[in-house]
């Protein structure tokens, strides 16, 4: 029992000598895990946006204007035979226009002075498979009976390589900050044992185990792995709540993804720091000892 008091004695002691270290060794810490949390969140939100919207990601056709309902109709079943088509969802000229309606209802009044409704046959098909989306409209646009095609997949494709390049960006931030974590607890473990050289000398003299001398500094790098969390978590909360307008801006015509798991980044997040703390304060202790 006795040891740990010791323990607990020089761990307030090396808190007392040494509150600049520990100050400037959590703000960098703290610096590191904002900016790791911050990438997670934004690319997590991101990847989960981008995954409804491949879900919606659809070929609309527009037949000729002056197509038989046969015409629509054989053209239908021979786009439904087409691999990599899922679904049809046809609608008819009148049901076109009505749809037109509800997003622009100013334009009744001009639609209905009209002898004929000039909106066409269209035709909304579901894809089994992104990739096949080129393919697949350069077949319907082949069709006699055929207007427009617009395919919407490129967007998905270049949402797909942004998600990419920011996860490659979170990787790389992650092997940053872990280094990043190490150097600052190696720093201010070796300014601490630098504070408490006599000390270890005489421990070592009386012949204290090595364990028992380093306990200490393992204790307060931990100590500031620890406060540098718990202040990080209120910052990323706000990150995430922040970061919804970003996901909003880069992705303006699609649902953003507002929630995400933070309880799984925040425990990330800690086991990291910790597993860090103690192997990076293990360096300049073994070095010395």
């Known amino acids: 029992m006795h040891k740990l008091f010791y323990v607990l004695r020089q761990t307030k002691l090396l ?32 990847f989960e946006t981008s995954f409804t919207l491949e879900k919606k990601v659809n070929i609309t056709v527009f037949f000729k204007i002056n197509s038989s309902q046969d015409d629509v109709t054989n053209a239908v079943s021979a786009i439904q035979m087409i691999d990599g088509v899922k679904s049809i969802d046809v609608k008819t000229s009148e049901e076109a226009k009505q749809d037109f309606l509800t997003l622009f209802p100013q334009y009744k009044d001009f639609l209905d002075s009209l002898k004929n409704n000039p909106i066409p046959y269209t035709a ?3 894809l089994s498979e992104l990739n096949s989306g080129d393919r697949i409209q350069d077949i319907i646009r082949s069709l006699p009976v055929v207007d427009t095609v617009i395919f919407s997949g490129e967007t998905a494709k270049k949402l797909k390589n ?12 992650l092997v940053v900050v ?3 974590f190490a150097f ?37 790098a931990s100590l500031m792995s620890l406060v540098a969390w718990i202040i990080s ?5 706000r990150v995430n709540t922040w970061s ?20 799984i980044l925040f425990v990330s997040l800690l086991i990291i720091s910790l597993i860090v703390s103690v192997l990076g304060s293990l360096g300049p202790l073994r070095r010395n000892f």
Not at 30 to 40: K, Q, V, W
């Open 233 to 237: 978590i209120f910052a990323l909360v």
């Open 162 to 173: 942004l998600v990419t390049i920011i996860w490659s960006l979170f990787i790389a931030i």
């Open 15 to 46: 808190l007392g000598e040494s509150k600049k270290i520990a100050f400037i060794s959590i703000l960098f810490l703290i610096i590191g895990m904002l900016t790791l949390g911050s990438t997670y969140i934004i690319g997590q939100k991101l």
């Open 178 to 180: 872990i280094a990043e």
């Open 244 to 263: 919804n307008a970003i996901v909003q801006e880069l992705l303006p015509f699609s649902a953003a993804v507002t929630n995400i798991k933070l309880n």
């Open 184 to 220: 600052t607890i190696q720093s201010s473990t070796s300014f601490l044992v630098d504070f408490r050289k006599n000390e270890i000398r005489i421990l070592k003299l009386v012949g204290a185990d090595t364990a028992f001398i380093e306990l200490p500094f393992i204790f307060i």
């Open 124 to 126: 909304t098909i579901t």
